[in-house]
């Protein structure tokens, strides 16, 4: 039954008998060459595990696997076309389509699309929120697109200007190529792009740039440098002057400093009108071609016409005087100017304010558009607007009487008054030394000082017979002394006069100012109207200074060495009544400052 059984195998393989005895013939043939022969083994398998070991050896084949993408966006090559108004961009396009049906590829979204091929495939160009391209087809294919894109004319530049907004695909690679005519000089491009001259000197014509896939590309084209259209229009500018006048026993020397800043148009020439009696002694900047004078102007020409800013400085000199007006050296013809001025004494002369004139001084916003050797020159500065009347000032010298060892120039008082009988005195002395090396203060009775300065160095005053001494510096220029105490003060319970006493000084002052802080609640005003006037804010700390003299570090002890520091005055509080006085005078005992003061406002409603 095992032998019908393989012949049936043998059968349903396909073979039969005829080749069993074929296998048989070869059997008998090489036992006649080789001797005995082992007989073979036959193997017997079920028809189901032979099929499914035949399905094993002959798999089918596998289906070929499905594509990660439906399409691939490989490369983008642009071809930039500038002309006047605006600019024809060539998009060529690789993409390699696996899907099957319309496939749609991002477009950029700035430009208008013209035109397209899309060689051997179907495709259209699809509008709407978010522009694309749709295609359908298989294979690596390559798509041909135009837009026109504007040019944008930057008027506002210096030199020929244009913009242009460049949208880039959403391809792996984007490269391409600008040309422009010969107008273009300079391409620059911003936001991911990056631009080559395609010639070596980058003489213009061509440039290749490549592109952050996806974004928007600036580019910026730029001409030959032109003369700015603002030039050609009339001239307009606006002017800073700044003039310190120093008066000696011999001469008057003035110093002005003019800064100009050109509006529109060109300035050729600068005209300077001189005040009366002075002649120019130098003309300095590093601009200035010439000077000459002509019918009392100082004509300067600067190198070349200036389109942005022009300074320069001239010094003047005239004759000696005891009475005269802060000169004031402006140019003419200015839409806007700052016009600052100031006087100071060089020697042992007594500078004193006969009329403030249109004077005011500069707040802070104004003092930093003035020259530094402007503010560091002696005597207070004033601002007087163009056409205005000056101060006018008087020189009193020490000829034919008692020499001035020191002078104070100006002598500003702070006084805040409390409702407890006291009062916080501050006062600052610009002080002159031409032989002296101390300056006595004699404060208010009862006074207990708290602390005293030297240009914002802490010092320890002594004592004399007028009052305490501060120590002075041997130099001739200005120095600031600084004196707090705390002075007893009647404020009157209802109506009445209260009298604030001023220190005296070993040294006439010049002129006084005077601010009163007042408790609220109460009316006041000055008993003598005349005296009314504007305190202004200290005098700028100077630097601080080195040279000590033998006297000074016998009263300074250690603090001879101590660092600079100003003193702010101190607030007014909320609420507080300010009053304010000033007047010139050439005494060294201001008298005391009398305010008339009114019932509180809570009684008086109840009488």
Known sequence: MAKIHAAKERRIDGRGVPGVLAWASLAV???????????????????????SLRARAFPPPEPPPEPPAPTAFESAALEVAVGDASARVTYTLDVALYGQGWQSLPLPAVGSFVAADFGAIEGRIAEGSERSVLVRGEGVQRLTLEAVL???????????????????????????????????KQVEASDGAVVTPLSVDGSGGGWSFVGTPGGVAHFVLSGEATVPERSLLPLRFEATSATALGVSHTRLGLHAWIGVRVLQGELSRLDLPLPEGFEVVAVDG??????????????????????????????????????LPSPVVAPTGAVRSLIATKVGVEGDGLLTLIDPGAGRRPDARQGERLPQAFLA??????????????????????????????????????????????????????????????????????????TARRDGVALVPGRGPGGWVVPLSARSGPQIVYVAALVPVALPEGAGELSLALP????????VEVRL????????????????GSAGPPAPAPAARQEVSTLSRQLLGSAAGAAAEWVTPAPVPPGYATVEAAWSALSSAPPPVVVQVERERGRWRWQ
């Open 29 to 51: 043939v090489l036992q006649s060459f080789v001797g005995p022969v082992l007989v073979a083994q036959q193997v017997t398998l079920p028809l189901p595990e032979y099929r």
């Open 504 to 511: 005296k000084l070993s040294a006439p002052a010049s002129r």
């Open 517 to 532: 802080a007042l408790p609220p609640g109460r009316g006041y005003r000055l008993a003598d109207g005349a005296r009314a």
């Open 150 to 184: 504007p040019l944008e004319r930057d008027e506002s530049a210096t030199r020929p200007t244009w913009r242009l907004d460049l949208g880039l695909p959403s391809a792996a690679v984007v490269s391409g190529v600008l040309r422009a005519g010969d107008l273009v």
């Open 286 to 323: 590093e601009s200035v071609a010439g000077w000459d004078l002509e019918s009392g102007e100082l004509r300067i020409t600067p190198l070349v016409p200036v389109r942005d800013s022009f300074a320069v400085a001239v010094e003047l000199a005239g004759p000696p005087e005891t009475e």
């Open 377 to 450: 020159a002696p005597g207070e500065p004033f601002l007087v607007a163009e056409g205005e009347a000056p101060p006018r000032w008087r020189v009193t010298w020490a000829e034919g009487t008692q020499v001035l060892a020191a002078q104070v120039d100006r002598l500003l008082v702070h006084y805040l008054v409390g409702e407890a009988g006291s009062g916080h005195l501050e006062l600052w002395a610009t002080v002159r030394n031409t032989g002296t090396e101390t300056l006595s203060l004699e404060l208010p009775p009862g006074a207990e000082l708290l």
